[in-house]
């Protein structure tokens, strides 16, 4: 097993010590290499079903642990977390091989085709959400890879965790990971990680990645911050039992991890007008003050605060004359916000489980509102009438949406969810093998 | 003279120090006032169940938040007589707060009891070197119009404005400066944090420094906003005893906001004056208080806490009293430290922030405006 230097004790890793970290991973991949894909893929999926098992120690770890290192509330913790495991379940890495690569069994050398990982991959992991690192690590090794995992400093605890129950289950496949981290922009450490590693996978605002690419000579692949919304039909609020409905599920996608995700909602359409989006948003607001209970608010800096309490202010003391917007809160305190606003502009908000809530006459009037921002669309939820599901689901693919979800569970992705519309392993290997249309 | 209600002249009467009513008097007196006065205030404290009938002390009465003074619905009693602007350098000029002011005597006569209490306690008057712009220049400043009302107030008939429509003019400023060495008179340094950076950056590199006369003194305001570079407290005093000869003991930071009337002033001139050994602290005059609340949960924070700097200021009688800026400080020793200011940085996501986007748009739309 690797040592995990620098992983969760509050000093970083140093450039020495990630690049033994990084020599020590290559040959480590050399067993895996050996090893058919079908026999990792098995394995991978013992621990991932021993982190879904409630049981577990190493879930029973990263429950005690993890509250105190991310800030999120332990009920949040022990809800949560297996949601971020969960699609790792078979089939679902086996399948997503297939889809991806058209059959799993390339990884080995397949009927003359053979897709190889890349030697080592680097996961630039963000911290906003902890256990972001369980599908980066499952897919790399999945694809018979090693890879260095840089936590972020949202979340030092997971990855290192991660790892030690990949080692204790298979010591192979423990030697090919590794859990480090650094102060981002650390140029001295990023240079001797970026020159150790084959392709780089990073997350990260625009200007973060650009700066990363600048000064990565490794194949780079970023991931941009995004932005998720719903919609809810006419037809929907018609009916009181699909409104409380989506009521419930849309409170529960902007709860989980106090709306941190890139899939957590900070929008949503509501077909009707505003005085119909205002009773939905009274709904809503009961549903998010219970979930306020249940799963409570994590930490938040004083600066959180005051951008939530910004918000408010602004909905507030809007222009009078004008339709006021509806403004509804947790009281004095910023656990939760929502704000019916009468003119819909498709703007994000604070986060911290803050929303805004738009009417629009018909959907139809969705795309010129999606149009301006569409680069940086994510998610979306969505309760629509049966028969609409499709249009609309065409419309948000038109409009550049990646991931399309029921409400309550935008934050439940499987891994066909093309993040950034981008394929998962697909772009990670390359491959060889005879050239068919060069047969003779 | 525009018809106000009787509650200023009692201020007023409170500021000069002719009247002993208790500032907590006074203070629910003014929450009457601008709850019966002010509708967007009203509608406020309606949606807060709050009214004079349940506000029994100065501390309950509802803070309206500092964006209440960026949006249209004005907070005044009455017709204004003066709007002032906040620069805006600090959030973009789309987001400016405008005080409007029903009764500008409340605004001069704070500022002036503010500047005798802690700039000029021992003296009468001294010349003045105003770095800050002449009022005319910057009609909507609110520091502009208090530095005009310090030179008529305190200014010696050579007071000068060392800057123009140009910018700083050090010519005219050197030569000033030297003129206090030569003949020993006192002079005051009325200047932006940013302004400031500059001419000691000037000075330093023109290898200029002075021996001002002791007990000249210098006033800055602004801290980051507008600067070229950042520079601490510690290397600002510093730097001042190197190129004017002023010790920190003379070298007044002061808070201010153009949404206040009132304003609050490092507290060592007014300490030394007194006698008083204390560490360097924000003090103001007793018409206005300053308490900080848990930004979690808007109750006054735990002393020495940090928390969010929530003023009750009575010179602010016409528009809005209590006001919650997103200042953050704690409380020492009767006056009040400032820590920062909340930047409203939203929560660590991999969602595009607020910030982000606000920055994004408003880049995209200086763009679509072209060059000037």
């Given at each position: 097993?690797?040592?995990?230097?620098?992983a969760?004790?509050?000093?970083g890793?140093?450039?020495?010590?990630?690049?033994?970290?990084?020599?020590?991973?290559?040959?480590?991949?050399?067993?895996?290499?050996?090893?058919?894909?079908?026999?990792?893929?098995?394995?991978?999926?013992?621990?991932?079903?021993?982190?879904?098992?409630?049981?577990?120690?190493?879930?029973?770890?990263?429950?005690?642990?993890?509250?105190?290192?991310?800030?999120?509330?332990?009920?949040?913790?022990?809800?949560?977390?297996?949601?971020?495991?969960?699609?790792?379940?078979?089939?679902?890495?086996?399948?997503?091989?297939?889809?991806?690569?058209?059959?799993?069994?390339?990884?080995?050398?397949?009927?003359?085709?053979?897709?190889?990982?890349?030697?080592l991959?680097?996961?630039?992991?963000?911290?906003?959400?902890?256990?972001?690192?369980?599908?980066p690590?499952?897919?790399?090794?999945?694809?018979?890879?090693?890879?260095?995992?840089?936590?972020?400093?949202?979340?030092?605890?997971?990855p290192?965790?991660?790892?030690?129950?990949?080692?204790?289950?298979?010591?192979?496949?423990?030697?090919?990971?590794?859990?480090?981290y650094?102060?981002?922009?650390d140029?001295?450490?990023?240079?001797?990680?970026?020159?150790?590693?084959?392709?780089?996978?990073?997350?990260?605002?625009?200007?973060?990645?650009?700066e990363?690419?600048?000064?990565?000579?490794?194949?780079?692949?970023?991931h941009?911050?995004?932005?998720?919304?719903?919609?809810i039909?006419?037809?929907?609020?018609?009916?009181?039992?699909?409104?409380?409905?989506?009521?419930?599920?849309?409170?529960?996608?902007?709860?989980?991890?106090d709306?941190?995700?890139?899939?957590?909602?900070?929008?949503?359409?509501?077909?009707?007008?505003?005085?119909?989006?205002?009773?939905?948003?009274?709904?809503l607001?009961?549903?998010?003050?219970?979930?306020?209970?249940?799963?409570?608010?994590?930490?938040?800096?004083v600066?959180?605060?005051?951008?939530?309490?910004?918000?408010?202010?602004?909905?507030?003391?809007?222009?009078?004359?004008?339709?006021?917007?509806?403004?509804?809160?947790?009281?004095?305190?910023?656990?939760?916000?929502?704000?019916?606003e009468?003119?819909?502009?498709?703007?994000?908000?604070?986060?911290?489980?803050?929303?805004?809530i738009?009417?629009?006459?018909?959907?139809?009037?969705?795309?010129?509102?999606?149009?301006?921002?569409?680069?940086?669309?994510?998610?979306?939820?969505?309760?629509?009438?049966?028969?609409?599901?499709?249009?609309l689901?065409?419309?948000l693919?038109?409009?550049?949406?990646?991931?399309?979800?029921?409400?309550?569970?935008?934050?439940?992705?499987?891994?066909?969810?093309?993040?950034?519309?981008?394929?998962?392993?697909?772009?990670?290997?390359s491959?060889?093998?005879?050239?068919?249309?060069?047969?003779? | 003279?525009?018809?106000?209600?009787?509650?200023?002249?009692?201020?007023?009467?409170?500021?000069?120090?002719?009247?002993?009513?208790?500032?907590?008097?006074?203070?629910?007196?003014?929450?009457?006032?601008?709850?019966?006065?002010?509708?967007?205030?009203?509608?406020?404290?309606?949606?807060?169940?709050?009214?004079?009938?349940?506000?029994?002390?100065?501390?309950?009465?509802?803070?309206?938040?500092?964006?209440?003074?960026?949006?249209?619905?004005?907070?005044c009693?009455?017709?204004?007589?003066?709007?002032?602007?906040?620069?805006?350098?600090?959030?973009?000029?789309?987001?400016?707060?405008?005080?409007?002011?029903?009764?500008?005597?409340?605004?001069?006569?704070?500022?002036?009891?503010?500047?005798r209490?802690?700039?000029f306690?021992?003296?009468?008057?001294?010349?003045?070197?105003?770095?800050?712009?002449?009022?005319?220049?910057?009609?909507?400043?609110?520091?502009a119009?208090?530095?005009?009302?310090?030179?008529?107030?305190?200014?010696?008939?050579?007071?000068?404005?060392?800057?123009?429509?140009?910018?700083?003019?050090?010519?005219?400023?050197?030569?000033?400066?030297q003129a206090?060495?030569?003949t020993?008179?006192?002079?005051?340094?009325?200047?932006?944090?940013?302004?400031?950076?500059?001419?000691?950056?000037?000075?330093?590199?023109?290898?200029?420094?002075?021996?001002?006369?002791?007990?000249?003194?210098?006033?800055?305001?602004?801290?980051?906003?507008?600067?070229?570079?950042?520079?601490?407290?510690?290397?600002?005093l510093?730097?001042?005893?190197?190129?004017f000869?002023?010790?920190?003991?003379?070298?007044?930071?002061?808070?201010?906001?153009?949404?206040?009337?009132?304003?609050?002033?490092?507290?060592?001139?007014?300490?030394?004056?007194?006698g008083?050994?204390?560490?360097?602290?924000?003090?103001?005059?007793?018409?206005?208080?300053t308490?900080?609340?848990?930004p979690?949960?808007?109750?006054?924070?735990?002393?020495?806490?940090?928390?969010?700097?929530?003023?009750?200021?009575?010179?602010?009688?016409?528009?809005?009293?209590a006001?919650?800026?997103?200042?953050?400080?704690?409380?020492?020793?009767g006056?009040?430290?400032i820590?920062?200011?909340a930047?409203?940085?939203?929560?660590?996501?991999?969602?595009?922030?607020?910030?982000?986007?606000?920055?994004?748009?408003?880049?995209?739309?200086?763009?679509?405006?072209g060059?000037?």
């Open positions: 097993m690797i040592g995990l230097a620098g969760a004790d509050s000093r890793s140093t450039a020495d010590e990630v690049a033994a970290l990084a020599a020590a991973l290559r040959p480590a991949r050399q067993r895996l290499s050996r090893r058919p894909a079908g026999e990792i893929l098995a394995t991978l999926e013992t621990v991932v079903m021993s982190w879904l098992d409630e049981n577990s120690r190493w879930r029973r770890e990263a429950e005690r642990e993890l509250p105190s290192a991310t800030g999120f509330s332990p009920e949040m913790v022990r809800f949560a977390l297996p949601w971020m495991l969960e699609a790792l379940r078979p089939p679902g890495l086996g399948a997503l091989l297939d889809a991806e690569l058209g059959d799993g069994r390339v990884l080995d050398d397949f009927g003359g085709r053979h897709a190889r990982g890349p030697g991959i680097l996961h630039i992991v963000p911290g906003n959400l902890p256990a972001l690192a369980a599908v690590v499952v897919l790399s090794l999945a694809i018979k890879s090693s890879a260095l995992i840089k936590a972020g400093s949202g979340d030092r605890v997971f290192a965790l991660f790892a030690r129950s990949l080692a204790e289950v298979d010591a192979d496949l423990g030697a090919c990971i590794a859990a480090c650094w102060r981002g922009g140029r001295t450490v990023e240079a001797a990680a970026f020159a150790a590693a084959d392709l780089v996978v990073a997350s990260g605002d625009d200007a973060t990645l650009a990363i690419r600048a000064r990565c000579s490794a194949r780079f692949i970023g941009g911050h995004k932005i998720s919304f719903a919609v039909d006419a037809e929907v609020l018609r009916s009181s039992a699909l409104t409380a409905a989506a009521a419930t599920g849309l409170a529960l996608d902007v709860a989980i991890w709306q941190r995700g890139c899939l957590s909602p900070q929008l949503c359409f509501v077909e009707g007008h505003f005085d119909q989006a205002s009773s939905f948003a009274h709904l607001a009961g549903e998010l003050d219970r979930l306020s209970a249940r799963l409570p608010s994590g930490d938040k800096s600066e959180e605060h005051v951008a939530i309490r910004r918000f408010r202010a602004e909905a507030e003391w809007a222009a009078p004359g004008r339709q006021r917007p509806l403004l509804l809160g947790s009281g004095a305190t910023t656990d939760w916000t929502v704000v019916v009468p003119h819909p502009v498709f703007r994000p908000t604070p986060l911290g489980r803050s929303l805004r738009l009417p629009l006459q018909d959907l139809s009037q969705l795309p010129p509102l999606l149009e301006p921002v569409r680069s940086s669309l994510e998610g979306a939820g969505r309760a629509v009438a049966p028969g609409r599901e499709a249009k689901d065409q419309l693919a038109a409009a550049g949406v990646h991931h399309i979800a029921p409400l309550g569970a935008m934050q439940r992705p499987t891994l066909s969810w093309k993040q950034g519309g981008r394929p998962r392993v697909a772009d990670w290997v491959w060889s093998g005879e050239d068919e249309s060069g047969r003779r | 003279m525009p018809a106000v209600h009787g509650v200023h002249e009692e201020v007023l009467a409170f500021i000069e120090g002719r009247h002993a009513e208790p500032f907590e008097t006074l203070a629910l007196a003014v929450f009457r006032h601008q709850f019966e006065s002010i509708g967007p205030y009203w509608q406020f404290c309606q949606d807060r169940g709050s009214s004079p009938d349940t506000v029994q002390a100065w501390g309950q009465i509802p803070p309206v938040p500092i964006q209440a003074f960026k949006q249209p619905a004005d907070l009693c009455a017709i204004p007589q003066r709007i002032f602007l906040s620069s805006g350098t600090s959030e973009g000029p789309t987001r400016r707060s405008r005080h409007c002011m029903p009764d500008p005597r409340l605004y001069r006569c704070s500022a002036i009891a503010g500047l209490r802690f700039l306690p021992d003296v009468a008057r001294m010349r003045i070197i105003s770095l800050v712009h002449p009022a005319d220049l910057l009609p909507d400043s609110s520091l119009q208090m530095v005009a009302w310090a030179v008529e107030e305190f200014g010696e008939a050579d007071s000068t404005y060392a800057i123009d429509g140009d910018g700083i003019n050090y010519q005219l400023l050197v030569d000033s400066l206090a060495e030569r020993g008179r006192l002079c005051c340094i009325f200047t932006t944090t940013a302004a400031l950076l500059r001419v000691l950056d000037h000075a330093r590199a023109h290898d200029l420094s002075f021996r001002l006369p002791h007990g000249s003194r210098l006033m800055d305001t602004g801290g980051d906003k507008g600067a070229h570079r950042r520079m601490s407290r510690n290397g600002i510093n730097a001042c005893w190197s190129t000869a002023i010790p920190g003991y003379f070298c007044v930071n002061e808070y201010g906001m153009s949404e206040l009337s009132s304003q609050a002033y490092d507290s060592v001139i007014a300490d030394r004056v007194r008083v050994h204390s560490a360097r602290r924000k003090l103001s005059g007793p018409w206005m208080r308490v900080v609340l848990d979690a949960t808007l109750n006054p924070s735990s002393p020495g806490q940090r928390g969010l700097l929530c003023h009750y200021d009575l010179a602010n009688a016409g528009t809005a009293m006001v919650l800026t997103e200042d953050i400080g704690c409380l020492v020793d006056g009040f430290e820590v920062g200011r930047a409203g940085a939203e929560a660590r996501g991999c969602s595009l922030t607020l910030t982000q986007w606000t920055a994004a748009a408003e880049f995209a739309t200086l763009q679509a405006r060059p000037g």
